[in-house]
């Protein structure tokens, strides 16, 4: 009976290893998840035109995104590009589209969604891994957000908005509080550049947000202690002037 008291601690203690070893990636509940279709790696805008035409934009149409229009802005803010046997876990998959110092990867990327054909209304939480959208949270949240953000209303308008979070930890267990003053910062430019240039090979539009309250943020989308809410990039179409 000892010998099965002991076997039976054991296997409870190896099952919540491998779980909290999966929370490394994924910390939410997950309550449906999206395989997302196939990023374009072949363009017809260039990135010259793409830099010239670059503008921060506020109006937006009433028209949707559509799943290809998601799923390649998530791939261009933080998808896998490189990938092989043996990479260290904190890679988290893979190399990907921005740079990071010493390749931590201390930011997480949120999708409210409120008007995108084929996705339900809700907050989802994006996996490079797989290129997978999890929903974390159902119903429409964009003019929680917006209020979040200081009540500017164009944020609650887009169909989508792109919400970015760190967690410092994941640079400054190497690089002390450089990684929390510098490179963090620096990688949220590289990946938010990233989106910029991606609305504007595909007609869309979108402004970096910094404007608002950094709890409400949080609470809004439901992070983990350990993130921080830093950028705020609503996505959509231009308006028509």
């Known amino acids: 009976m000892r010998s099965l008291a002991m076997l039976s601690v054991v296997c409870l203690l190896l099952c919540s290893a491998a779980a909290a070893g999966e929370e490394g990636t994924m910390q939410h509940t997950s ?47 933080y998808g896998i590009t490189y990938t092989r046997e043996g990479m260290p876990d904190f890679v988290r998959g893979g190399l990907k589209t921005a740079p990071s110092a010493g390749a931590r990867y201390p930011l997480d990327i949120y999708l409210v969604a409120g008007n995108v054909t084929g996705l339900e209304p809700g907050i989802y939480y994006y996996v490079p891994e797989g290129h997978v959208l999890h929903l974390i949270a159902k119903g429409d949240s964009r003019e929680a957000l ?33 990684g929390r003053d510098r490179y963090v910062c620096m990688d949220l430019g590289h990946s938010g550049e990233n989106v910029y240039l991606q609305c504007g090979a595909l007609g869309l539009g979108t402004c970096a947000v910094g404007a608002f309250d950094d709890s409400a943020v949080h609470s809004v989308i439901g992070m983990t202690d350990e993130e921080e809410a830093l950028y705020v990039m609503p996505v959509g179409h231009p308006a028509k002037r």
């Open 146 to 178: 917006a209020e979040a953000c200081l009540g500017q209303a164009f944020v609650g308008i887009a169909p989508a908005a792109i919400v970015y979070s760190a967690v410092f930890e994941r640079c400054t267990v190497k690089y002390g509080q450089r």
């Open 31 to 77: 309550l449906s998840a999206m395989a997302l279709p196939a990023p374009s790696t072949d363009g017809t805008v260039s990135v010259e035109k793409a830099l010239a035409g670059r503008r921060s934009i506020r109006d937006f149409s009433d028209e949707p995104l559509t799943l290809a229009d998601v799923s390649q802005l998530l791939w261009a803010a």
